[in-house]
């Protein structure tokens, strides 16, 4: 039951920060740098979806975890686990920026901000899921 909360709340952290993440976007200095059509398709719907997908996402990193469990003893290995695995998951998502109309440097901010979403997800999932091998913090 814990590990089900803390993929609960890993999951509900990193969508609104992803939110925040759109309001900084669309109310700062980095708006110039944001596509024409930024807020257009925005719904319910694909706000719900979002976020299943992340929890599918946090679900399956999170099983992966568990798996090498042994060699992540200390929070430290945990937390840059998810994060190297969470950034590349980000990257993976910015492959099409070399043939779409979006800029390298909107594309650089979003992967900034991926990677800073995936660096607290991960320090929340080093707090709910631990190793029970002795020696391990």
Known sequence: MRIFFGLLLASLANFFFGILGFYIATTSFIEVSTPINFEGNLTFTSYFSSFLLKFLVILILTWIMHRVMTMLDTPKKRILFIFILGS???IYHQVDIFWLDNSIHWSLIKFVGESLNWLF??????KFVKPKHLGAL
């Open 88 to 90: 590349a998951f980000s």
């Open 121 to 126: 997800t991960g320090y929340i999932l080093s």
